[in-house]
Each structure stands twice: as C-alpha cells, then as structure tokens.
C-alpha cells in the first residue's frame, strides 16, 4: 500500500459526495448551506524498539448545516468506514445562534504502517 | 454418592465482608484520584490554546472537577468540567467546545484543547485509579 494522507482521503471521499470543504477554516463567502472544514488532528506512532511500527493519524471533519444534516453525516460515516478509514466518534457540537449553522462533528482516524509513510528515496 | 465440602477461611470471609462494607468508599476515592490527574493537564492544554484577546483566565480558572456522586441507578459517578455561566452570563463548556471544533459557520478556526491530550489523560487517570484502589484495598486488610 503506498503513502495516502488522512487529509488527502477525507478530502476525496467529500469530493466524491459533491459536499463542499476548505481544511483549517471556511473562507468562501457566501457559504454554502452545507459544508466541511477539515481539521487535521495527531500522528501518533506506536513504537517498538524506538522504530514506529505503526502510525495512527486522526483528523474531524467538521459539518455545517443549515438544514437537517443527519443524510449528510451519515453518507460521510459510511464512506469513511467504506474507505478503510475508522469512525472515532461523533458529536453535534452546537446550533451557532449567530450564522444559523448546525455544527457536527465527525472525527476519523487511519493507521498506516510506518514503511507506507517513511519517505523512500 | 461421594461428597466434598469446601470450607472458606474465616479470615478471607472477614476480608470479603470487609471489602463489600468499604467498597463505595473505595471507588469514591479511586475515581477522584482518578479526577484529579485530569484537572491540571487540562488547564495547562487550555491556557495555552485560548487566544490572547480572551486570556482574561476565566475559563481556566472555572475547570475543575466536581465531588464524587451517586446517580438515581446507584452509579458513582466524578465529572470534570466548567463552573458555569461565566460573570458575563455566557456558557463556559460552550467556549471551550467552539475553541475545540472551531465555529462562526467554519470562520473561525478550531484549536483542539482536549483531543491532543485525551489519550494522555485516559493514561494518568488508570493508573492513578489502580494505584489508589490497591492501596485501598491493602489498607482493608
């Protein structure tokens, strides 16, 4: 298997649902009724003999809705664990009075070996 | 027919007695122990993720943990978390969430306090909670 991001995977599974993203923080304006910000997390790597044997990298897709997210949310759960990826949680983080946005939160998380993310020369 | 009788020691019986008397006092202090590793690591990941213009300290100082307590189905149950509202009646545990996850329809950026040191913190609280509940057991004896 070669080297493949977390970032690059959620942000192709978002690209194949057609739902718009930005990673860090949304700055098109006006924002659309629905859309991801990508949140990259940790890199984990569990050691043995100071040599990372594998590394655990997570990320959270945070979700914006003006409507009913719920369809949303769970075509991107499904495409996540369809993708090889792991489902970590999820959680509604808040109605935002202000924008009008229901915010939901998806974390991910991929492991991969360490020969998979070594840079080869 | 054949027929064996085992037979307890007396003292193991006082023991286990002893241990079924003691033992929400036990679990009470092993998960405030617990609790209270988690109380530190927090603040210090807070203080550093809230961004200058809000560093008025408040909502550091309103993390901490609460007492031991019983729920309706008998649970013990030890919460960390905000004191709140805030003095300017807005929500602590709301702050810190949005500080976490980002808001303000994705503008603003999110500043993840918790999730970096969550498995850390899982760490510190087990083995805080397995030494004091060995040493609480020990002291029954």
């Given amino acids: 298997m070669s080297f493949s991001s977390i970032m690059k995977d959620v942000a192709a599974i978002l690209t194949t649902l057609s739902i718009d993203y930005e990673t860090g923080v949304y700055t098109a304006q006006p924002a659309p009724a629905t859309f991801c910000v990508i949140i990259p997390g940790t890199e984990t790597p569990e050691c043995a003999d100071d040599i990372p044997d594998n590394v655990v990298s997570t ?63 | 027919m054949a027929r064996a009788e085992i037979e307890i020691p007396d003292d193991l019986i006082r023991q286990l007695n002893k241990l079924d008397r003691t033992m929400d006092d036990i679990v009470t202090k092993t998960l405030d122990a617990g609790a209270e590793t988690c109380v530190e690591p927090m603040r210090d990941s807070l203080r550093n993720r809230v961004s200058a213009e809000h560093k008025d300290g408040e909502l550091v100082s309103a993390l901490g943990k609460t007492t031991v307590r019983k729920s309706s189905r008998g649970n013990l149950n030890v919460k960390v978390g905000f004191n ?21 329809g994705g503008r603003q950026p999110a500043r993840p306090w918790l999730k970096p040191i969550r498995k850390q913190l899982e760490e510190n609280a087990r083995r805080a909670m397995e030494a004091e509940f060995s040493k609480e057991v020990r002291q029954t004896q």
């Fill in chain 1, 59 to 121: 990320a959270t897709i945070e979700l914006y809705s003006t409507g009913n997210y719920l369809d949303v949310a769970r075509k991107i759960m499904t495409q996540i664990v369809d993708n090889g990826l792991t489902l970590e949680g999820c959680e509604f983080v808040e109605k935002e009075p202000d924008t009008g946005y229901n915010h939901y939160a998806i974390d991910v998380s991929k492991t991969q070996t360490w020969e998979d993310i070594k840079w080869q020369q």
């Fill in chain 2, 84 to 104: 709140d509202p805030r003095r300017d009646g807005n929500i602590n545990a709301k702050i810190a969430n949005v500080l976490e996850h980002g808001g303000r």
